[in-house]
């Protein structure tokens, strides 16, 4: 499984690098995203600086900023700004996501983009949960009429996973921290996606034989990077690798979502009251 994702990465990486060449002729600019820290956040710096390393490789000017509120309302408003993610405490990502032009969200995540994931129309996804359907592609996993068990129930993975799993013609099921018994929903599934930030959670016995199980989970344990499901899993049942699985893909559908603001943008839909 190592080899496929490898592969898929490497040809998302150059259609992105390709795509976003084109328009940058016409721009006549480099595109532009913005990385804005409202609260320091020390442990979201590696990933700042990665994401910077990596949209540099496919084109994209991306510059790392911190400041307020006002700031972001000021940057926000700026058209030289094509996209923006915005790092902040987490009990704050709501507030601080909510006044971002759809236009502009690169992470799926406000109001408008959330509305139009679950209304089917075209838009913006949040990033792991695309990378997570970029899994399941990539395995050729057929969804319609499986039952798919999302354990975690967050903004950026498992609620946006429902709305793409049942665009799949999936049957979904969501689990969370007050699903009792938990292994008598888990051990249903045909795939079971977990993103719940507990190490080794799922253990062998909550999975049926030969389930596909998504590993979402990055947790560091005394300086391990280990996923939520136990790597014991992976004797019964097609488990992704952690690291190495959906976090290869993370980082470039945030690209991803970049290019199709832009493409929107430069075709004139920079509403989207319209398609
Ligand atoms: P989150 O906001 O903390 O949400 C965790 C979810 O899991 C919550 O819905 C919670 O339930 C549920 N949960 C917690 N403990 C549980 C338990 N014992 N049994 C069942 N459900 C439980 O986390 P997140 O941001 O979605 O991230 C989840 C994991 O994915 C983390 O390890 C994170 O580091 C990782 N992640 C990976 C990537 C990647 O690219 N691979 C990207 C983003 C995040 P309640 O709602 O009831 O609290």
């Known amino acids: 499984m190592k080899e496929l994702i490898k592969k898929r990465r490497k040809e998302i990486k150059e259609n992105l690098r390709r795509e976003f060449s084109h328009i940058k002729e016409r721009l006549g600019r480099d595109p532009f995203l913005l990385s804005f820290s409202l609260e320091e956040e020390p442990s ?39 996209g923006i993610i915005v790092h902040c405490r987490r009990e704050n990502f709501l507030k601080h996501t909510s006044f971002i032009s759809p236009e502009k969200d690169v992470e799926g995540v406000t109001p408008a983009n959330l509305g139009r994931l679950m209304r089917g129309e075209e ?119 952690v690291p190495g699985g959906v976090g290869a893909f993370t980082p470039y559908m945030l690209f991803s979502n970049l290019s199709l603001l832009l493409r929107r943008k430069l075709e004139g839909k920079t509403s989207y009251s319209s398609n």
């Open 123 to 241: 838009g913006p996804r949040p990033a792991t949960a695309l990378a997570v359907m970029e899994i399941l592609k990539i395995l050729n996993f057929p969804l319609e009429g499986k039952l798919a068990v999302i354990v975690g129930r967050s903004l950026i993975v498992g609620k946006p996973l429902i709305f793409l799993l049942l665009s799949e013609n999936a049957t979904v099921s969501t689990a969370h921290s007050r699903t009792r018994p938990l292994e008598a929903i888990t051990s249903q599934a045909d795939l079971l996606v977990v993103a719940a930030g507990r190490p080794h959670l799922i253990k062998p016995s909550m999975v049926k034989e030969k389930t596909l199980v998504v590993d979402v989970g990055i947790n560091v344990v005394e300086g391990k990077i280990l996923g939520d499901v136990d790597p014991e899993v992976g004797k019964k049942a097609l488990l992704t690798p």
């Open 44 to 82: 979201s710096e590696v990933y700042r600086k990665s994401i910077k390393k990596k949209g540099e490789s496919l084109g994209v000017e991306v510059e790392l900023m911190e400041g307020d509120e006002g700031q972001l309302l000021s940057l926000n408003q700026d058209p030289s700004v094509d």
